[in-house]
């Protein structure tokens, strides 16, 4: 581990690295995925039942914790810290200290350099000190922040709505911009009411998510996620949840946001909607990307008999 | 005619030495308030310790680092307080820990409120955990902290869960609370006894106060079966 702290791995939006997640031991769900997420793309994750695609949404702001690897969101990691990330940690140890002591080292950068050349920190049952520990405490702290300021860009629509029942409609939308004081009351009620007309739910504003129809909580959910004005929106299975009559209303409001660039990771079961709003597919089997491309040749020429026998059981 | 008579005769008296002579009603009058203060201010105390308890319990599930030392003794208390009879609790709370006090009924307010604040805990922490995990998952991917999601999000979905539970633990506290008299506080039975052991007519003071717990039970009854049913039609989603 040398990275410095705060490096972008490139260009993305999000960017994974080398994930990893069990919930049990022993069994991994996500085996090792590598993926960035450009600004404008439209991503469609699709696979079978089970073979991880919630697990890796929910990773992506971290919803979920990754057991190993890294989620960054532009230049911040949003995956728990490692104290060789961060030579401020690094030097406030007692290994720090007793080499420092040595005098066998010139510099701070070279005892922090084989610190982490010989993985010191980790060293069974070691104490590393108070100083230490506050250094971690605080970088810890930092984590967490920048966690809830990426969330904050990053919009996500779950199967079941999640709309708050204790608020109605207006309420739903308002409250998170609200709360974290990004508007004002009346921007962010300007604000909602105006996505509220986008998808022509207006007069609904003062009804409680009780009295909506699914298709409509959806689309409130969706406008919901809408009002933090986010970077990128998550989308896990968002119709399959619906009446068949329903889905198409919600494709629609998804479709024009595709049309505006809106960046979307959707997990999807709708075969018509990936093949013809997403411009990248990506295929999760047994927890790792096995194809990942244009739909048009995910779709049209796909390479691992896998895919090929999944397409055949859902087209 | 003369059974009728002597039946008669019985009730009358019964009833002119329980509650008129010597204005004996005003006991029952200031023992009923009794009652309710202390069952009242019990449940005030109960829920607010019940709400301390959960949400510290709650956060330590969640994330087995924190609030250690407070899950401990949130732990210790709940264990001890399930597992000791409520008269003896009473007895230590008014002989030992508060012997200085002079307030008999803030001392009963105290017991049985700390003795509640196990149980209505417990209701709390059903009531939080009932809350659909996706309003938790809703609140923070929308980048509100954990404790906004708590507040905002979660607890006032639990309150509403759990209000019809906090009126029923009121019911019971309303009918626990007649050990109280250990403690000379004039409450329902206090008075009964008071008037018994100056007619020594047993009959009829205490028929009156299982009369009397009994309507305010139904009384409140009533209103916590009302509260749910407004409540389920609110919560359809
Ligand atoms: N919280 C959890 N605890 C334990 N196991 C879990 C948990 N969440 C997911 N899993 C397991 O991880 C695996 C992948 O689940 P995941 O929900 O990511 O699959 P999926 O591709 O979204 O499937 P589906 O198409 O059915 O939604 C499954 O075997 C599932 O049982
Ligand atoms: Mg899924």
């Not at chain 1, 998808?199 to 909506?212: C, Y």
């Not at chain 2, 330590?60 to 409520?86: C, D, F, M, S």
């Not at chain 2, 809703?138 to 954990?146: I, P, T, W």
Request: charged share 20%.
């Amino acid at each position: 581990m040398t990275e410095t702290e705060n490096a972008m791995p490139c260009d993305a939006i999000i960017s994974v690295r080398g994930l990893y997640k069990s919930f049990v031991k022993g069994k991994m769900v996500l085996n090792g995925i590598n993926c960035d997420i450009k600004k404008g793309e439209q991503i469609a994750v699709i696979g079978p039942s089970g073979g991880g695609k919630s697990t890796f949404l929910r990773c992506l702001n971290t919803l979920e914790s990754p057991t190993y690897g890294e989620i960054w969101f532009e230049n911040k990691l949003l995956t728990a810290p490692d104290p060789y990330l961060h030579s401020e940690v690094i030097t406030a140890s007692k290994t720090f200290g007793d080499i420092m002591a040595s005098g066998r080292f010139r510099s701070n950068d070279d005892i922090i350099a084989e610190i982490r050349a010989k993985d010191l920190l980790k060293e069974s049952g070691r104490k590393e000190g108070k100083a230490y520990t506050e250094a971690l405490k605080k970088v810890e702290a930092e984590n967490r922040q920048s966690i809830d300021l990426a969330r904050q860009r990053i919009g996500m629509v779950f199967q079941h709505f999640n709309l708050f029942p204790h608020f109605n409609v207006l309420k739903n939308i308002m409250f998170a911009p609200t709360e974290l004081k990004i508007q004002t009351p009346e921007e962010a009620k300007e604000n909602a009411m105006a996505l509220l007309r986008r998808i022509g739910l207006e007069e609904k504003a003062d009804a409680f998510p009780s009295q909506l129809s699914g298709g409509q909580k959806q689309r409130i959910a969706i406008v919901r996620a809408l009002a933090m004005n986010p970077d990128v929106m998550l989308f896990d299975e968002p119709t399959s949840a619906l009446d068949p009559e329903m889905v198409g209303e919600v494709l629609e409001v998804m479709k024009n946001l595709a049309e505006q660039g809106m960046t979307m990771v959707v997990v999807t079961h709708e075969m018509g909607f990936a093949r013809e709003v997403a411009n990248r597919a990506i295929f999760l089997d047994e927890g790792v990307i096995a194809e990942d491309g244009a739909p048009a040749d995910v779709f049209g020429n796909p390479k691992s008999e896998r895919l090929r026998s999944f397409l055949a059981k859902v087209l | 005619m003369n059974i009728i008579n002597g039946i008669s005769r019985f009730f009358v008296n019964g009833f002119k030495t329980t509650f008129i002579d010597e204005n004996r009603y005003e006991l029952f009058l200031k023992g009923i308030g009794n009652t309710i203060l202390t069952a009242l201010f019990a449940t005030l105390v109960g829920i607010a310790i019940g709400a301390l308890i959960a949400v510290i319990k709650t956060i330590h599930k969640q994330n087995g680092r924190k609030l250690r030392i407070l899950n401990a003794i949130a732990e210790a208390y709940t264990t001890i307080i399930r597992g000791t009879p409520v008269v003896v609790q009473l007895l230590i709370m008014y002989n030992i820990i508060f012997r200085w006090s002079t307030h008999p009924v803030l001392v009963g307010i105290a017991a049985f409120g700390i003795n509640s604040g196990a149980y209505v805990s417990e209701i709390i922490r059903a009531g939080i955990n009932a809350v659909d995990i996706g309003q938790t998952e809703a609140g923070r991917s929308l980048g509100l902290s954990g404790s906004t999601t708590m507040s905002k999000i979660v607890i006032p979905q639990a309150v509403k869960n759990v209000l019809p539970a906090i009126g029923n633990e009121f019911i019971s506290l309303l009918k626990e609370t007649s050990i109280i008299g250990y403690l000379g506080v004039l409450d329902i039975t206090k008075a009964a006894e008071r008037i018994i052991s100056r007619t020594a007519n047993v009959y009829f003071p205490y028929i009156s106060i299982a009369l009397m717990y009994l309507a305010m039970v139904l009384v409140m009854n009533y209103f916590v079966k009302k509260l749910e049913r407004r409540l389920a039609k609110s919560d359809r989603n």
